[in-house]
């Protein structure tokens, strides 16, 4: 597989593997990077464009990223989740730029010998990441003006501008 060098919209470590995009996700392509003889268990949490927020009707999400930083933040939690849950492979695939409705946003796969330590890891990445990874997600509503927030649900953020060197 690549490494950084190689892309650098990716990052892998021994089963370990994160990414950023602004393709659509592919849940079977993210389920073959964590596939194991060893695993007993794959479980995948897709995050999708829901066509509301608060009452209001949403047209799509708008995702921007610190890329490099938001690559190690995705590696060592997934490092982390990897090594407390003793499992097999795990992956973490974020979608940036226009996500429309009912499209997905975010792929987190993993494996492991038992399904309960991959359900609990799967859950536990998913929050990680949306309270670490450098990623903020601008909603853009029928009929007005969009909103930055921060990559949780419903926390408002404000748009950092990657393009400026800091």
């Not at 997905?104 to 309270?131: D, F, N, Y």
Request: proline share 4%; aromatic share 4%.
């Amino acid at each position: 597989m690549a490494n950084e060098e190689d892309d650098p919209r990716q990052l892998i470590a021994e089963g370990c593997h994160v990414a950023l995009t602004e393709d659509p996700l592919d849940v079977a392509k993210v389920m073959d990077l964590v596939r194991s003889p060893q695993a007993g268990a794959i479980v995948v949490f897709a995050g999708t464009t829901r066509d509301n927020f608060a009452g209001k009707p949403v047209k799509e999400l708008q995702y921007t990223a610190y890329n490099q930083l938001a690559l190690r933040t995705m590696l060592a939690i997934v490092k982390d989740v990897r090594s407390k849950h003793g499992l097999q492979g795990i992956a973490m695939v974020h979608r940036l730029g226009c996500v429309p409705i009912g499209q997905e946003s975010i792929l987190i796969a993993v494996s492991a010998p038992h399904r309960q330590a991959a359900w609990r890891a799967g859950e536990e990445a998913l929050e990680e990441c949306k309270s670490k990874v450098e990623v903020w997600k601008r909603e853009e509503f029928e009929g007005e003006e969009g909103v930055w927030r921060a990559n949780r649900d419903g926390a408002q953020g404000t748009h950092v501008d990657t393009s400026v060197p800091m």
